[in-house]
Structures are given as C-alpha cells and as structure tokens.
C-alpha cells in the first residue's frame, strides 16, 4: 500500500473538516469535490457561494458535500471577530478585526481556533507568508516549541525519508535545529517512519571544526536533552548517515550506522538545495512542504501545485489532526 492509501485508511470515517481557503481556484475545487464524493473528509470550501457553486458547475464538481461558507454572509462573525481581538490581546481593535476577518485565510484559520474544522490547506493562490502568518498569530506553535519548521517527505517506490527544515527557518541556530529534530522525528512517526535522526554538516564525527559545525553538535545534545528516547546522532556528512561502508568508516561508534531516515539539514539553503535534488536527479516525490510545530495543522501549496498536489497535502492534513 501505497503512503496516500495508507493515509486514506488513516482519516477515512474520521469525520476531519479541512478548510480551503481558495475555494474559486479550479485545482483546489476540483480537489475539494474529490474528497467529498470519496468520503474521505469534509472538504470547507471559503468564498461566494454562488460564485463556488458556478464555478463548480463549469468544473463538472459536485458540491453536494462541501460546506461553502462566505465570511460577508457568516452568522458566527461577530463571535470570530471577537474571539480574534481577546487572541490578539490589544493588537487588534474590533474595527480592524472585521477588515481582517474578511481575509480568507485569516477566516479559515479562526475556523480552526474556534473548533469548527481542523486544519487547513491554503497557497494555490497566496505566497507561504499569506499561509503562515495567520497560523503564527491564531492557532500558535505547540507548548515548548518556538518555532515552526517545514519539512518534506521523499518518497521513491517503498522509500520514505523526511527532509527538514527545507522550508520556513533561514538560518536556524542549536535551538532551532534541536527543535526541529524532535519535531521532525514525530512528524516521520505519523508516516510510518521509525526515526532514525542525522544532524547533517560538511563533517562527520569532528573531523572539521567551525562555528557552523559547533552549532550541529550543539545541536544534538539540546534534542537528546528534549527527547533522551530519540535515536538521534551528528554531525554527518549525507554519506555517513546514509550509506553503511561509509558510516563503519567515518562514525564506527555511532548509533547510526548508515541507516538514518530523518534528516535535519544546518540552514534552509542546504536543505532547499537538498531536497530539491533527491526530486530531480533521484527520482524522488517531495511531498510537502508539511508544517509542524503548531497547535493545529495549516499547511502551505506552491502556487504551482496540481489538482493532485492539493488532493494529497489535504490528506495529509487530516492525518495530522486526527493524529492529535
């Protein structure tokens, strides 16, 4: 079975609730009308209803199982609008709240705090910024965690490796890093994957020494600190995480032993620049970026995405909440 079959049994019968913000972009309609008519979740479709339902009529999309909600015409407005001023706390007014509530991924993400859906697939027609930002302010980042991190899954035939932080954090520091490897290794559990972390630098086992390095190992005993059951080990090159010969050779006393499958990169450049090779050149699916670290699950499409990229990113969204 296949990762997207897997997940389907995960969330099928589970009654999630995933809002789309961008409920008049065809992809992410006809996406919507995909999961309703499988009964694989409720698909929350914002926007005009009229608007939705003409549009859906020109995609041959059902809409009998979508709930389309407009935030001009929402009854429950007034009480989003001040469940957002007490979250802001002083940062907004009830006058500016009303403007920003019109927003629509500020709306789907109030739906969310307030427990009316469960998570949210947003970006087909909005930068990450529009994504995020209304997730950092409303929903938050979890109890203990200070930031939130992207991360993807590469999935080749039986393969599944987690790539991390190749989405959000520049330039992480120890902390950072730490944070993001616990995380990662929970977000590799919820897909099957038995943990296995490398913290990867351009050194395997101190055989270079830099601030760049330092901050690798730092790094490590910050997360064993966090989380002392985690099978979690550095600073690696890729080789000697990945390939036996290699590891025997250059970490012959590590807990790794070539056989890591969760793969925290030093920087956002490193980890862009990674992932985005095992895509092209190995023949990888890179399936995300999935954000962690928060409350409640929100995640990002690229502008880019298909039909098919949205259909699976709200699969996946919904076995983050139902994993909750």
Do not use: W
């Not at 006393?253 to 920087?267: E, H, M, Q, R, T």
């Not at 095992?278 to 995640?299: C, D, H, S, T, W």
């Amino acid at each position: 079975m296949g990762l997207f079959e897997q997940l389907t049994e995960k969330v099928k019968g589970k009654g999630k609730r995933i809002v789309f913000p961008e409920g008049l972009d065809e992809r992410v309609l006809t996406a919507a009308g995909r999961l309703a008519e499988e009964g694989v979740l409720t698909p929350v479709v914002i926007g005009n209803k009229q608007e939705v339902e003409q549009k859906a009529a020109d995609l041959n999309v059902k809409v009998s199982g979508l709930e389309i909600i407009d935030p001009a015409n929402y009854e429950g407005f007034q009480e989003m609008v001040d469940a957002f001023v007490e979250r802001r706390k002083g940062k907004a007014t009830e006058e500016d709240a009303k403007k920003i509530l019109l927003d629509e991924n500020y709306f789907g993400t109030m739906l969310i705090y307030l427990h009316k859906a469960d998570g949210l697939v947003s970006g087909a027609a909005h930068s990450t910024a529009d994504t995020v930002r209304p997730a950092l302010q409303i929903i938050k980042t979890k109890e203990g965690v200070k930031k939130t991190s992207g991360v993807f899954i590469m999935v080749r035939d039986e393969e599944k490796y987690v790539f991390a932080d190749c989405a959000i954090n520049i330039a992480p520091d120890s902390n950072d890093l730490a944070e993001i490897a616990v995380e990662s290794a929970k977000t590799g559990a919820l897909f099957d994957v038995d943990p296995r972390v490398a913290m990867l630098s351009f050194s395997t086992a101190g055989s270079a020494k830099s601030p760049e390095t330092e901050k690798v190992t730092d790094a490590l005993t910050i997360a064993k600190e966090k989380d002392p059951s985690l099978v979690i080990d550095g600073e690696f090159q890729f080789d000697a995480a990945f390939v036996p010969s290699v590891a025997e050779k250059k970490a012959p006393d590590s807990v790794i032993k070539g056989d890591a499958n969760v793969f925290v990169f030093p920087s956002l450049e490193a980890g862009n620049i990674g992932y985005k090779i095992a895509q092209r050149l190995g023949g990888f699916e890179a399936v995300g970026p999935i954000l962690q670290g928060l409350n409640k699950p929100v995640n990002d499409l690229s502008r880019g995405c298909s039909t098919e990229d949205v259909y699976n990113l709200a699969l996946i969204t919904a076995a983050q909440a139902a994993a909750e």
